[in-house]
């Protein structure tokens, strides 16, 4: 859809207007074993920003995350976050199979995550092996598999994520 804009004053204060997608990333969560509780967070805080966001999306690690962020890029959404598969398990591969869908690196959202967690007392934020970057004109975010890792991912995005979605949407400053 691609609609997304800055508030009236041009600045990265305003709301989020556009569409997201929420990947959770969790064989156990796809598998019914235990419920969600990270995706239903980034939801509500990209809804909060103002995005139209459905439910999560809940995918076991692997191909189906390919498959999954695929089918958003080609739903236009304007930026889709992915919570869970970024540590450092075996199965583990959110990061490699996200590399393998964007165009274009933004290292400086998954550092800014890693940076925040680190910076609000979470040492565990470093292992966080998240990326984020462009795949036609949708930012893709990774963000680690815990509701306060969403929670503290869509602090952090607050404040940039207007910018980004204006300048993808192609508005020149």
């Known amino acids: 859809m691609h609609a ?6 041009g600045n990265s204060t305003g709301p989020c207007r556009g569409t997201a997608r929420v990947i959770t990333v969790s064989d156990r969560a796809s598998a019914g074993v235990y419920e969600d509780r990270s995706g239903p967070v ?3 805080g990209l809804r909060a920003l103002g995005l139209e966001v459905p439910d999560a999306t809940i995918v076991p690690d692997g191909d189906a995350v390919r498959a999954a962020l695929l089918d958003a890029v080609r739903a236009d959404v304007d930026v889709i976050l992915t919570t ?3 540590g450092l398990g075996p199965r583990d591969l959110t990061p490699e199979i996200t590399a393998s869908v964007v165009e274009r690196p933004v290292p400086g959202l998954a550092e800014l995550l890693r940076a925040d967690g680190l910076a609000h ?3 565990a934020a470093v292992l966080s092996r998240g990326i984020a970057g462009v795949a036609g004109r949708t930012l893709v975010v990774n963000v680690a598999g815990s509701p306060g890792a969403a929670r503290d991912a869509v602090r952090a995005l607050a404040p940039v994520l207007p910018h980004a979605l204006d300048q993808l949407a192609g508005q020149t400053h």
């Open 4 to 9: 997304a804009t800055l508030g009236s004053a």
């Open 84 to 86: 869970g598969g970024t």
């Open 121 to 123: 007392g979470v040492p």
């Open 42 to 44: 980034l939801v509500a």
